[in-house]
Protein backbone atom coordinates (compact mmCIF):
# COMPACT_ATOMS: atom_id res chain seq x y z
CA UNK A 1 0.00 0.00 0.00
CA UNK A 2 2.96 2.53 0.92
CA UNK A 3 3.85 2.43 -2.93
CA UNK A 4 0.50 3.73 -4.20
CA UNK A 5 1.05 6.22 -1.41
CA UNK A 6 4.49 7.23 -2.67
CA UNK A 7 3.49 7.32 -6.34
CA UNK A 8 0.76 9.42 -5.35
CA UNK A 9 2.44 11.85 -3.26
CA UNK A 10 5.43 11.83 -6.08
CA UNK A 11 3.12 12.64 -9.13
CA UNK A 12 1.08 15.80 -6.71
CA UNK A 13 4.75 17.14 -6.13
CA UNK A 14 5.60 16.96 -9.84
CA UNK A 15 2.47 18.88 -10.22
CA UNK A 16 3.56 21.62 -8.12
CA UNK A 17 7.08 21.62 -9.85
CA UNK A 18 8.43 20.71 -6.62
CA UNK A 19 12.24 19.13 -8.02
CA UNK A 20 14.88 17.09 -6.46
CA UNK A 21 12.05 14.92 -5.61
CA UNK A 22 13.32 11.34 -3.86
CA UNK A 23 11.01 8.65 -2.76
CA UNK A 24 12.68 5.80 -0.30
CA UNK A 25 12.22 2.39 0.91
CA UNK A 26 13.19 2.73 4.15
CA UNK A 27 11.52 -0.62 5.60
CA UNK A 28 15.42 -2.27 6.31
CA UNK A 29 16.24 0.65 7.95
CA UNK A 30 13.62 1.35 10.47
CA UNK A 31 10.48 1.03 11.91
CA UNK A 32 8.93 4.21 11.67
CA UNK A 33 7.81 3.81 8.30
CA UNK A 34 7.84 2.13 5.22
CA UNK A 35 9.20 5.09 2.71
CA UNK A 36 9.81 8.98 2.60
CA UNK A 37 9.12 11.12 0.25
CA UNK A 38 11.73 14.02 -0.06
CA UNK A 39 11.45 17.23 -2.25
CA UNK A 40 12.62 20.82 -2.22
CA UNK A 41 11.07 24.20 -3.37
CA UNK A 42 12.09 27.30 -4.48
CA UNK A 43 10.12 29.51 -2.60
CA UNK A 44 7.78 29.83 0.19
CA UNK A 45 4.31 30.39 -2.14
CA UNK A 46 5.56 26.97 -4.01
CA UNK A 47 6.27 25.23 -0.86
CA UNK A 48 2.66 26.09 0.27
CA UNK A 49 1.43 24.65 -3.15
CA UNK A 50 3.41 21.54 -2.36
CA UNK A 51 1.77 20.69 1.23
CA UNK A 52 -1.52 21.66 -0.49
CA UNK A 53 -1.30 19.65 -3.44
CA UNK A 54 -0.05 16.20 -1.13
CA UNK A 55 -2.99 16.92 1.02
CA UNK A 56 -5.91 17.44 -1.59
CA UNK A 57 -4.61 14.43 -2.81
CA UNK A 58 -3.68 12.10 -0.26
CA UNK A 59 -7.94 12.95 0.82
CA UNK A 60 -8.96 12.48 -2.30
CA UNK A 61 -7.33 8.91 -2.20
CA UNK A 62 -8.62 8.42 1.46
CA UNK A 63 -5.02 8.43 2.96
CA UNK A 64 -5.73 9.87 6.66
CA UNK A 65 -3.01 12.67 7.49
CA UNK A 66 -1.66 11.66 11.36
CA UNK A 67 0.57 14.82 11.86
CA UNK A 68 2.30 17.52 10.48
CA UNK A 69 5.40 19.45 11.49
CA UNK A 70 6.84 22.39 10.39
CA UNK A 71 5.71 25.59 8.38
CA UNK A 72 6.58 26.83 5.19
CA UNK A 73 7.74 29.88 6.70
CA UNK A 74 11.02 28.04 8.37
CA UNK A 75 11.44 26.66 5.39
CA UNK A 76 10.24 22.86 6.52
CA UNK A 77 7.17 21.00 6.32
CA UNK A 78 6.60 17.48 7.91
CA UNK A 79 3.71 15.38 6.60
CA UNK A 80 3.11 11.87 8.51
CA UNK A 81 0.77 9.66 6.34
CA UNK A 82 1.56 6.24 8.90
CA UNK A 83 2.98 4.29 5.93
CA UNK A 84 4.94 7.23 4.26
CA UNK A 85 6.42 10.65 5.87
CA UNK A 86 6.42 13.25 3.33
CA UNK A 87 9.55 15.62 4.16
CA UNK A 88 8.75 19.22 2.00
CA UNK A 89 11.66 21.70 2.06
CA UNK A 90 13.25 24.81 1.12
CA UNK A 91 16.56 24.63 -0.40
CA UNK A 92 18.24 26.33 2.66
CA UNK A 93 16.60 24.12 4.63
CA UNK A 94 16.99 20.81 2.89
CA UNK A 95 21.00 21.45 2.99
CA UNK A 96 20.70 22.53 6.55
CA UNK A 97 18.69 18.54 7.48
CA UNK A 98 20.60 16.68 5.10
CA UNK A 99 17.91 14.57 4.82
CA UNK A 100 19.05 12.85 1.76
CA UNK A 101 22.89 11.94 3.51
CA UNK A 102 21.35 10.38 6.79
CA UNK A 103 19.27 8.17 4.86
CA UNK A 104 21.50 7.51 1.91
CA UNK A 105 21.48 3.91 2.59
CA UNK A 106 17.66 3.66 1.95
CA UNK A 107 16.46 2.12 -1.13
CA UNK A 108 15.39 4.46 -3.73
CA UNK A 109 11.92 4.44 -5.54
CA UNK A 110 11.28 4.89 -9.19
CA UNK A 111 7.90 6.31 -9.81
CA UNK A 112 7.11 5.28 -12.87
CA UNK A 113 5.42 8.17 -15.34
CA UNK A 114 1.97 8.08 -16.58
Not at 70 to 77: A, H, I, K
Request: with cysteine; net charge negative; proline share 1%.
Amino acid sequence: MYKDMIEKTVKALESKKAFDIKALDITQLTSICDGFVIASASNKSQLDAMVDGVEETMVKNEYNLIGREGRSESGWVLLDYGDIVVHLFSEEMRDFYNIDGTWRDADPIVVKED
